[in-house]
Structures are given as C-alpha cells and as structure tokens.
C-alpha cells in the first residue's frame, strides 16, 4: 500500500514532544524546514500498489537515506543511531521522541529497490532546491565544472588464481545445496594450487606461477563440465545456475589481457579503469560523471556508467542530467584536458584546462578555479561513500552515486547554515560585551556627580 505519516500514538499526552527537548536552532533542524518533503510524497507515489500492508513513511525513508550519507554510515548503524538521535527524528517528521527502531535496515535496501535510480534523483534535485533557497544564486548553475572519477566496489584484491577457487568453491557448494554428487571437487587441489600461486608471485617466480593457474583453470573446467553434464535436461535446476554457470564460462574463456574481462563472481559489471595515478594505477568499479558549480561546488549532476568510456564522451549525459537537476541550462562549461574530443552539442560554451585564446578575465578566473571539483570529489569519497560502493548491479552504482551527491549538498547546506548562526552569535556577543563595558565606565561617574 502507500506510504503512511509518521503516527503520533494514543498516549501521546504522556510522550516527549522533540520540540521541547532539541534546540530549534540546529542545523538540522533549519534544514529540515527548508526542505521540500511533501514532493517525495508525489514522487514516489506512482511506486507503491493499492493493496497490501502499509508501507513505511515517505519522510522517514528519505530521511534516513540523506543521514546515511550525509554521516556516511552503513544501513544497520543509521537505524540504531537514528533511535538515539531526538534531532534525526524530528528530521524525518516525527513529532514525539521514539524509543524503538523506525524499520529494519533490510527495509533500505528494500526501498531502494523499489523507488531506482530515477526516483532516487529526486532527492539531489530537492537537495540543489534547498541550497538555492538558502542562498545559492541561480547564476551560479550557468557555470558549470564536469569531471569523471571512478566509485570504486567492495571487492577483494583481484587475481586469476583467487577468482578461479572462488569460482570453483561456488560451483561445489551450490551442487551440494542442489544434492547433485560431482565425480570430484577439485576444491582441495585447488586450495593448494592457489596458495603456491600466491607465494610464486611473491618469489617472482611467474613460470611455476602461471603453471598452477592453468591447473586451477583445468579444475575448474572439470566442475563446471560435470555440473553441466548432471543437469542437463533439468529446467528447474538449469534455470537456477544458469548466472553462475554463465559467469564460469565466460570466465575460462577470458583471456588474462582481455578488454572485457570478468573481474568479480558477485560483482561482473566490474571495470578495470586507468587513473596513471602512482599510488593506484588501476580501479575497479565504475566510472561516474560529476557536475558541480563553478561557485560554490554545489552538485548538480553524479552519472555512473555502466562501461568505460572515454571521458570526453561523458560529457554530453553529465550535462544533461545537470540541466535536468537544476532545471537551468548551463553557459559556461570548464573540463580538464581529459575532455578534448568530447561529445557535447549543446548551446554552452566547453572551455578545456590550459585554453589560451578568447578568454577574459572572468573566463580565466573561473577556469583556474575548475580545479576546485578535485577537492570536492575527495570530500565525497573521504566524508561520504563513494570510495566504496556496496549496492549491487548498474542500479547499485547509479544510486550509490546519486545519493553520494545529494548528502554532499547537505553538508554543505549545513555548514553556511552553522556559519550564518556563528556569525550571528558573535555579532550578539560582541554587542553585549560593548553595552557591558560601557556600563562599568559610566558607573563610577554617575556615583562621583551623585556625591558632588
């Protein structure tokens, strides 16, 4: 069914209301006055079926999405903090302090799912809204910055030999699952074999290393051969395996130097991506398009692509979704030397790193200032989570990407809302300490005209 509003409860005249136990002057909560919550509602209601048992609150999910990202935090510690946190509550609508968790974290991941990638760029088109109404210019989405990074996956270290056992090990246990008796497992061979690959490696010794690759390559021919063999003419049981044996075939005949090769058994939309940085030369994950303002660093555009394109030709999408998120096209395009040969014709005018001719002095400044996305990316990935993506498939990307971006807008929402409050404070502040200075210096005064 639809979403439902957070319930206030029968005994609510013996519950704390959170407005008489937080400071309404937090960040937090002026954010959540700014925002625009009752968009989600319309947004997302297209998503739900008419029957069924309630589904849980439109704020309270999208709530807990933008903490979880904003305070980079994986699903189970943003559902056990947010019970003891009065100030994420009143940020996702609730008006009495709750004592028990809002949903399990299975429900995130649920929810996820259900709204998509699509759904979930509501949230950063709402985030940019709210950084307009709290004193971005709209100029300032006429000047864009495009850069492409990669998102990084949460998979382990890859090499031939651990890929091969992890396949080898899949195939046996799920035929154990299946109760298919294999005429051998290989998997005691194996483990052997991918040990003395490790340590060859390590010794230099890449003759005797890749004969014991190829030995983990004929045993796991031989599981996969038998497996297909016992099931053969079994629809139910083919249909089942029919991934995994997929991705064990496509896995042998993989060459170690192929474009597309297999990289991960639980994450095959994996790409090896070349950076030329020394401490990383090669990542694997995907490849993501930012856009942010010239001005201020406000994203506006986080497109994670499903293969390996040249950057230049990542412009034309990352604008677009750019134009789609602030609803203002863009005059002014800065992009490094990555981007020459790019693919974008639209009306804005590209201005590539290192350009000479036909640039005034404002062009020039907010060029040197192109630099500046390379900072904000690192605070994505240090302060958020694209360093390391845990969703799965193309739409794990596409959303881990969206929502890295949106919670970044709030962060630094909060932040001028915390300076504004600083700067505030101390003009108070100093006032005070100028109406009590004055105060003591005319006392002594008044007391000597009172005795005269």
Not at 70 to 75: G, N, R
Not at 88 to 94: L, M, T
Not at 173 to 186: E, K, P, V
Not at 241 to 270: C, F, I, M, N, T
Request: aromatic share 8%; glycine share 6%; hydrophobic share 40%.
């Amino acid at each position: 069914m639809r979403p439902t509003r957070p319930s206030c409860g029968r005994n609510d005249l013996f519950r704390d209301r959170l407005d008489a136990i937080i400071n309404l002057k937090h960040p937090l909560v002026k954010l959540s006055r700014v925002m625009d919550w009752a968009r989600f509602d319309e947004a997302f209601g297209g998503f739900y079926r008419p029957v069924g048992r309630p589904a849980k609150p439109t704020r309270l999910m999208v709530g807990l999405h933008y903490l979880k990202h904003v305070y980079d935090l994986p699903d189970e510690e943003t559902v056990e903090r947010w019970v003891e946190n009065p100030y994420w509550q009143y940020f996702c609508g609730f008006e009495f302090f709750q004592t028990e968790m809002p949903s399990d974290a299975s429900t995130m991941t649920r929810w996820r799912k259900r709204i998509g990638p699509q759904g979930l760029s509501e949230m950063l088109k709402v985030s940019v809204e709210a950084a307009l109404d709290t004193g971005t210019k709209p100029s300032s989405l006429e000047r864009i910055t495009v850069y492409a990074t990669v998102q990084p996956k949460a998979i382990a270290y890859l090499t031939d030999g651990r890929l091969y056992l992890k396949a080898i090990l899949s195939l046996v246990r799920r035929a154990r699952r299946l109760g298919i008796d294999l005429r051998q497992s290989h998997t005691r061979l194996a483990k052997a074999a991918a040990v003395r690959v490790g340590r060859y490696a390590n010794a230099r010794q890449f003759r005797r290393m890749r004969r014991e690759l190829e030995k983990l390559r004929t045993y796991l021919g031989c599981v996969y051969r038998d497996l297909s063999r016992k099931i053969s003419g079994n629809v139910d049981i083919e249909s089942r395996l029919a991934r995994l044996l997929g991705l064990v075939e496509r896995q042998l005949v993989q060459k170690p130097k192929d474009k597309d090769k297999l990289y991960s058994l639980h994450a095959p939309e994996v790409v090896c991506i070349s950076k030329g940085k020394a401490r990383t030369p090669y990542e694997f994950g995907a490849k993501v398009g930012i856009a942010t303002t010239n001005r201020e660093g406000l994203v506006l555009a986080s497109v994670a692509f499903t293969t390996n394109p040249y950057d230049g030709h990542t412009l034309e999408r990352t604008v677009s979704q750019a134009v789609e998120t602030g609803g203002i096209e863009p005059d002014r395009i800065y992009v490094d030397k990555g981007f020459r040969g790019h693919d974008y014709k639209g009306s804005a005018t590209v201005f590539i790193a290192g350009q000479k001719r036909g640039l005034t002095r404002t062009i020039r400044r907010e060029l040197k200032r192109r630099s500046a996305i390379e900072a904000t990316i690192g605070h994505m990935k240090t302060d958020g989570r694209l360093d390391r993506n845990h969703l799965l498939g193309h739409d794990g990307d596409a959303a881990n990407a969206l929502l890295v971006a949106a919670a970044h807008n709030l962060r630094l929402i909060l932040k001028v809302i915390a300076l504004w409050r600083a700067y505030i404070l101390a003009i108070i502040n100093t006032a005070n300490a100028k109406a009590a200075k004055s105060d003591t210096w005319s006392t002594p005064t008044k007391l000597a005209n009172s005795n005269a």
